[in-house]
């Protein structure tokens, strides 16, 4: 049972363009981590937030929780070609060492166009 | 190399047998976790050691799959009399302490 909802499933655009992908739960999480995984490839880790109405910024991509640290976003700008991936939220709870149970979404799945 | 190793990458199994799939996580590093993923889905949490103490083996999907990690290095996710519905990319992720997990690339394991 997948208790985090990404959406769009699917994302095709152009270079250049912006975009943002959506990630809710009606559950309360104490963390969020967004990844991106590549064909053939492991998830790897961009970010993790833990505050209620954090934004964190990595290059052109804008991550933010949500204040109920129900959901988030992830906004890139300027798409690029390299951005192509398949782009998962996880949620985790308890904290630290116990936050380690993750509970993925399906992912959206990016594809940008040169 | 400096990443989570996993072998084989692939592994084609035919309905009944016994596989076991390996990975090498980080040296040093403490905890680690398997996950299942399924076409089409995000991963599934199957499994978690700290050293060679399985704390947590509440997502293993039944008796048939049995993990272990006995010198608290390597792990062994042992999958017995497989069936079609295991075929999925299995992932061996690993941590040091409270810092961010890295995730192997996966055995990808098809049952015909």
């Known amino acids: 049972t997948q208790l985090l909802e990404q959406s769009p499933q699917f994302l095709s655009i152009q270079e250049g363009e912006n975009l943002t992908v959506y990630c809710n739960s009606s559950s309360v999480f104490s963390s969020l981590q967004w990844y991106r995984q590549e064909p053939g490839e492991g998830p790897v880790l961009l970010v993790t937030?833990?505050?209620?109405?954090e934004v964190k910024k990595l290059k052109r991509l804008t991550f933010q929780f949500g204040d109920a640290r129900k959901d988030s976003s992830l906004h890139i700008t300027a798409a690029q070609p390299g951005d192509t991936g398949l782009y998962l939220c996880?949620?985790?709870?308890?904290?630290?060492?116990?936050?380690?149970?993750?509970?993925f979404g399906k992912g959206t799945l990016l594809t940008v166009n040169p | 190399g400096a990443g989570v190793s996993q072998s084989p990458r692939y592994k084609v199994a035919k309905r009944g047998q016994d596989v076991a799939l390996r990975c090498d996580p980080i040296?040093?590093?403490?905890?680690l976790f398997w996950y299942q993923q399924a076409l089409g889905q995000g991963p599934e949490f199957l499994t978690y050691f700290q050293n060679e103490a399985q704390l947590d083996k509440s997502g293993l999907p039944s008796d048939r799959f049995f993990a272990e990690r006995p010198e608290g290095s390597v792990s062994t996710l042992k999958i017995q009399r497989t069936q079609q519905e295991d075929s999925a990319v299995y992932l061996c992720?690993?941590?040091?302490?409270?810092?961010?997990?890295?995730f192997g690339q996966g055995t990808r394991l098809t049952v015909v």
């Open positions: 937030v833990v505050t209620g109405g």
């Open positions: 996880a949620g985790g709870r308890g904290s630290g060492g116990s936050n380690y149970k993750l509970t």
């Open positions: 040296s040093g590093h403490v905890s």
């Open positions: 992720a690993s941590r040091a302490g409270r810092t961010e997990a890295f």
